[in-house]
């Protein structure tokens, strides 16, 4: 930013944040950004939440050092001012209903956490790739935080999907493109999504399927006080929806409680059962996801329906004829004598279930006369993570 420039921009803010909050006042605040914007452009909500983030790139602390205190300052009052314009801020209005607690006649455990079921979550999918750490050390709001708790979701469900760590997952960047999609638009792409009704459904879905998201958690400043993982909350958000990952519950001598995830995905934060409106809106994707690629889509060879043991195969044998061969070699993307030598890897899926899928490498080609077509014999990587000497 040009700093003459810079300066005019950051004064006109400053101006725009001493008006009373109102929607003609986040008009008028959001022009200095983008002076084309019209009435109908800010009536758009997708529109309006763009042009905010515009800004708040803008006047990013990073980009203005002359006063490093007022800048984040200025940062996070933007986001309030935001926030109390268009009424993000507050408490989402829900008819209220209470939530069935645990049935002790149901067989649930006492305790269960996703990592005991699906231990290669624990080092991948419940975090959540960039942004910088210097985002977090600033306000979002609350829709970005509930956007990255869906991605955080979608991510943890892929990799139970695919049976082990990938490599395709959702970050921050598209937390951005997802513009002002709530976490049920989003789940909407991926399938649709479904609300849990109560603690039970809860449980069964998280001991099923996975991680689900609360989008209803709303905490006090006397909570944010006491609570030994406040770090991990934003105070900007006290008093306002906080969306979370739950993965888990455990019983206490105190009683039950929740083990949830926020933003930085490390640490499990045990929340108590029926507190702060936490199980008011639990949702979580309606599919499985099993039909969405895990690894590179580019390199990937669709072979029909394998059982379930083939993942412990060392390698596989494969019968093609020419126009699946075609597509053999095109994922491979060079010659059979070279994909041989090289050890140049593709993916092989299921054709029905696209998340399955493991890297390989060409061994033999072999024409068979009598069935009038090709035997393909391929090894997979014992180590996904090199993929031999034809992974670049």
Avoid at 31 to 42: A, C, T
Avoid at 57 to 65: G, S
Avoid at 75 to 97: A, E, I, N, S, Y
Wanted: charged fraction near 25%; charge should be neutral.
């Amino acid at each position: 930013m040009e700093a003459r420039f810079g300066r005019i921009i950051l004064q006109q803010v400053d101006k725009a944040l001493q008006e009373e909050p109102s929607r003609d006042a986040l008009f008028w605040l959001l022009q200095i950004v983008d002076p084309s914007l019209d009435k109908e452009g800010f009536c758009n909500e997708r529109k309006r939440a763009s042009t905010f983030r515009q800004l708040k790139l803008l006047i990013h602390p990073d980009k203005n050092n002359d006063d490093k205190q007022h800048a984040t300052k200025r940062f996070q009052d933007v986001q309030t001012f935001f926030d109390k314009c268009t009424g993000t801020g507050l408490h989402k209005q829900r008819t209220r209903r209470k939530k069935q607690h645990t049935n002790p006649s149901m067989n649930l455990p006492s305790y269960f956490h996703v990592n005991g079921k699906w231990a290669f979550l624990a080092s991948h999918a419940l975090g959540i790739n960039g942004p910088p750490h210097v985002f977090w050390d600033c306000r979002v709001s609350g829709q970005e935080l509930e956007l990255t708790m869906a991605y955080k979701c979608i991510n943890c469900r892929g990799t139970i999907a695919h049976g082990k760590t990938t490599e395709v997952t959702y970050n921050y960047h598209h937390v951005v493109e997802a513009s002002a999609k709530t976490a049920k638009e989003l789940f909407e792409d991926f399938g649709g999504s479904k609300t849990l009704g109560s603690v039970n459904e809860i449980k069964e879905e998280i001991m099923a399927r996975g991680p689900v998201v609360s989008t209803s958690f709303c905490y006090s400043q006397s909570f944010f006080e006491a609570c030994a993982h406040a770090t991990d909350f934003q105070n900007g958000l006290v008093d306002s929806n906080h969306a979370l990952l739950i993965v888990g519950w455990q019983q206490t001598a105190c009683g039950e409680v929740w083990l949830v995830r926020s933003k930085n995905g490390a640490t499990d934060i045990p929340i108590a059962i029926g507190q702060y409106s936490l199980e008011e809106e639990v949702i979580a994707p309606v599919s499985d996801l099993s039909n969405r690629p895990w690894q590179e889509p580019k390199k990937a060879f669709d072979v029909p329906r394998l059982p379930a043991e083939w993942y412990s195969w060392t390698y596989i044998q494969m019968y093609c004829d020419d126009n699946e061969l075609q597509h053999l070699f095109k994922a491979l993307g060079t010659s059979m004598i070279s994909s041989v030598n090289k050890k140049v890897p593709f993916v092989i899926r299921e054709s029905e279930k696209k998340a399955r899928s493991r890297w390989a490498y060409l061994t033999d080609l072999e024409w068979i006369e009598a069935g009038n077509n090709w035997k393909v014999k391929a090894n997979f990587f014992d180590d996904e993570r090199t993929k031999g000497n034809g992974w670049t």
